[in-house]
Every structure is written in structure tokens, then in C-alpha cells.
């Protein structure tokens, strides 16, 4: 793709634009590795088969495009071709597109129009499905991979058989099969990422503050080569750190700017070691170059991790995942860092309710860097610590609650190894309130989990 875009042929030039909804839910709606590949890849197809199709291609990627057409009548015809071919591939995904005129003299204000005016169909977007799976009628024909529509195929699964799903789980489990064996790679079962009881980790993330920096763009071509160079960035530093794990992962990449995976839950630091960190060097490359210059140089990114069992529906987990992700750019936005981190572990008992009330009281996203590694630091210290003695800090009680500040001064007084930790973590347990304040809270016991390579057998002994 060249770098300008060349507006001479076109006597009456209109944007285009598409954005796919659900996608996330098209992804994660079987919880087979198989299928969820099929249906990432296609998404990536679509994207490619617009890019390749329209006249010119502004960008195209993660299911969202801008082409540039010529005349009204092309631009509506464009429309519905893209909404046709788009439903068609995902068996009724709703796809928005709208046209507006470009005004060549003033192209950022025909941005701003066209992504208002997706913005505004978003909200009336069809359900999916529509015209294309039915909805089941007995529960006997409920499809068993992602038990929304009727079943109408024989399950390819070899611990399956018997079972039926329904067009959409075949034919995207197909199509998953095809790009594994096209690529070499064996696609593990989520189960196969957890073994010996361990946990499932679903990690989102997305960058700071992108949509900001895309309506500062004034032109076509600028739009162009930042949505190419900000694919680049994100593609990059996933292939770094998804070789720093050996790929044990599966990856519903689309091809945006953002990133979601399963991973097993011993990779995850391994993982955001590599990640964040060679993000933050790319983007910084980027920033000394137009159109990023001045607005790049603190590019940072929200993740939202759940560990939880692997056994429970990878929608949910990664819907979870994505609140928290939210919740880190939230903490972004208002606190200052450039990246942060929010994060749950589901234990057995959370299990039957995942929402995000069951976060834990007063706990905040931690900044990467310096808090993160800090929360880190802490949460070591703390396996030194017996498990049986850690069970107190579950319960988060307020701190100025009088009975537990003396039953936890009297904890304090009477194991070496609490002194020890306060010793480690540079915090004072001779000061009766600092000792209280500075203890050891929830989230280090999380942090637990992402720092011993079986945790359960740690935490086992730990009532909860
Ligand atoms: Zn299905």
C-alpha cells in the first residue's frame, strides 16, 4: 500500500466507512480453541477482502475500515456490498457503514463525520444470527458448543460424539482447522493451557487514549499511515512476547490494535515482561517520526487479566477480562500512568458469578513500573509466609476497625516470619498503626497466584 493517497481520479470522492459489532462475542462464542481461531481469521479475511476490493483502502483492520469511493450511488452500493459479504462470513454479524462526501480541503472534518456517524448506528446495530440461524426450539436441539442457535451439524469433536452444533460453530471450526494446519501449529484445548489444576489466564489489552489521537489526524493519508504503523506496533510486540512463552497461547487476533489471549496462568508475567515493555520502545520509535510526533512519546496500554478454572465459558472469562482492562485505562486516565494492570482470581467458590463486584474493596489498577514491581516484590515476600496465616487478610476490613487492628498486631507480635515480611518489603511493624496500615492486603494474596507455579497447592491449606 503506498503512503499518499492519490485524489485525482476521482471526480466526486465519498468516505466509506464499516465497523463490525460483536466481535468479541463472535470470537469467544464457542469455547473451542478451534473455532475461535476460525472465527478470528475471519474477521482478519473480511478486513483483507475490503482492503483488496474498494478503490482505495484508507485502512482496514480489527473489523473497522475507511475506503474512499467515487460518487454518492458507488459509495451506497459499496455499503451494502460490504454489510452483504460481512454477513454472509459470520452468518449474520452486524455490520455498520455509512458514507459521507470528502471534502478534500477539509478531510478531518469528513472524518469526524463519517465516525459520528458510525457511532450513532452502532447503537441500532441488528442482533446477530439474523437471517441466518435459527433460534432452537427444544433443548434437544440447542447447539452444544456455544448454545445459542440450532443444531444442524454433527459435532467434528472426537470427545463429542453424538453431540450436534449448530452452522456457525461448524463451519468456524472448520475454518479454524484449515488455518492450523495451513500454519503448522497445533492448536491446544483451553484445558491443555491449565494443567494439574491450574489456572486459565484470559488476558485484553488496548491502548491509551487511541481514539483521541485518531480524530487528531488531519488527513487521509496520515490516518493511513498511523492505523498501518499502530497494526505494526501491536503485531510486533505480541510476536516478541509470544515467542518469550513459546506460544503456548490462543490468540483471538483480529489484526487491530488491541490483543486478547489465553494463556496458562505461570506465562502470564513472562508474557507482559516481553509485551509492555517492547510496546513502550516501538511506539517510542514511532513518536519521533509524523504523524506521531509530540503525541506518541507516552503511548501505554490498560490489560485486564482473569486467572480462573479453564473449565468455565471463555466468554465470560474474557468479558471479565475486558472490564478490567477498562478499569486499568480508567486508572490511565485519571492517575497518570502510561500502562496499568487490573486483575481477579476466580477461586472454586466464585465460580457460579462472574461479575465485577467481586473485586476486591478499595482495590485500584496498578501502575506498570514501579507499583507493579513493587506489588510484585510484596507478593513474594508474602510466600514466605505460612498459608495458614495469611487467611485473616482476606476479608479486607477497614482500617480503623479496633478488633482486627489488635488481633492483627497480636498476629504481628507472635510470628517471625510477619516481622520478616515487614523486614523484606521495607515497612514498619514496630509502629502500632503503621503496622496496620502497611499490611499485606487482598491483592498481594492474588498476586500469589501469578508468581508460584502451583499456587493451589499454596493456598489449598488457606480456609477462603
Ligand atoms: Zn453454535
Not at 83 to 106: K, M, N
Not at 130 to 141: F, V
Request: charged share 25%.
Amino acid at each position: 500500500m503506498s503512503d499518499r493517497i492519490d485524489l485525482s481520479g476521482f471526480a466526486d470522492p465519498w468516505l466509506v466507512g464499516y465497523d463490525a459489532h460483536g466481535i468479541q462475542e463472535l470470537i469467544t462464542a464457542s469455547n473451542r480453541p478451534l473455532a475461535m481461531l476460525g472465527a478470528s481469521g475471519t474477521i482478519t479475511r473480511f478486513d483483507s477482502y475490503a482492503a483488496s476490493s474498494a478503490p482505495v483502502s484508507v485502512f482496514a483492520g480489527g473489523g473497522r475500515g475507511v475506503e474512499l469511493v467515487d460518487g454518492h450511488d458507488a459509495a451506497i452500493a459499496r455499503c451494502r456490498l460490504l454489510e452483504a459479504h460481512y454477513a454472509e462470513q459470520t452468518f449474520g454479524g452486524p455490520l455498520s457503514t455509512a458514507a459521507v462526501p470528502l471534502d478534500r480541503l477539509d478531510q478531518a472534518a469528513s472524518l469526524r463525520w463519517l465516525r459520528q456517524r458510525l457511532e450513532l448506528l452502532a447503537d441500532a446495530a441488528r442482533p446477530p444470527g439474523h437471517g441466518y440461524l435459527a433460534a432452537y426450539t427444544r433443548k434437544s436441539d440447542q447447539c452444544a458448543d456455544c448454545g445459542g442457535y440450532q443444531a444442524t451439524h454433527e459435532s467434528q469433536r472426537r470427545d463429542a460424539r453424538g453431540e450436534r452444533v449448530c452452522l456457525r460453530c461448524h463451519a468456524m471450526t472448520q475454518r479454524g482447522r484449515l488455518a492450523s494446519e495451513r500454519s503448522g501449529e497445533e492448536i491446544q484445548s483451553l484445558l491443555e493451557l491449565a494443567p494439574h489444576g491450574q489456572y486459565l489466564a484470559a488476558l485484553s489489552l488496548d491502548g491509551n487514549n487511541l481514539g483521541a489521537f485518531f480524530e487528531d489526524l488531519r488527513t487521509l493519508d496520515d490516518t493511513r499511515r498511523a492505523s498501518g504503523a499502530l497494526k505494526q506496533v501491536f503485531s510486533d510486540a505480541h510476536a516478541a512476547a509470544s515467542r518469550a512463552i513459546g506460544s503456548r497461547h490462543v490468540s483471538l487476533a483480529t489484526g487491530g490494535d488491541d490483543i486478547r489471549l489465553f494463556l496458562p496462568q505461570s506465562l502470564v508475567l513472562r508474557y507482559l515482561d516481553a509485551l509492555i515493555p517492547e510496546l513502550e520502545r516501538t511506539a517510542a520509535a514511532l513518536a519521533a517520526r509524523p504523524p506521531f510526533r509530540g503525541r506518541f512519546d507516552r503511548f501505554g496500554v490498560g490489560v485486564g487479566v482473569v486467572l480462573a478454572d479453564a473449565h468455565l465459558p471463555a466468554k465470560r472469562l474474557m468479558e471479565y477480562a475486558h472490564d478490567l482492562e477498562q478499569s486499568a485505562k480508567r486508572h490511565c486516565r485519571t492517575n497518570g500512568p502510561r500502562s496499568a494492570i487490573d486483575f481477579a482470581v476466580l477461586t472454586a467458590g466464585d465460580a457460579s458469578r462472574i461479575e465485577p463486584s467481586l473485586r476486591r474493596r478499595g482495590r485500584k489498577p496498578l501502575g506498570f513500573g514501579e507499583t507493579w514491581e513493587d506489588a510484585l516484590r510484596d507478593a513474594a515476600a508474602l510466600a514466605r509466609v505460612p498459608s495458614s496465616q495469611r487467611s485473616l487478610l482476606f476479608d479486607e476490613p477497614a482500617d480503623d476497625c479496633k478488633e482486627f487492628g489488635n488481633q492483627w498486631r497480636y498476629q504481628v507480635a507472635r510470628h517471625a516470619e510477619w516481622r520478616a515480611w515487614y523486614d523484606a518489603t521495607g515497612r514498619e511493624w514496630r509502629d502500632a498503626e503503621a503496622v496496620v496500615r502497611d499490611r499485606p492486603r487482598a491483592h498481594h494474596l492474588d498476586l500469589l497466584h501469578f508468581l508460584a507455579p502451583d499456587p493451589r497447592a499454596a493456598a489449598s491449606t488457606t480456609a477462603r
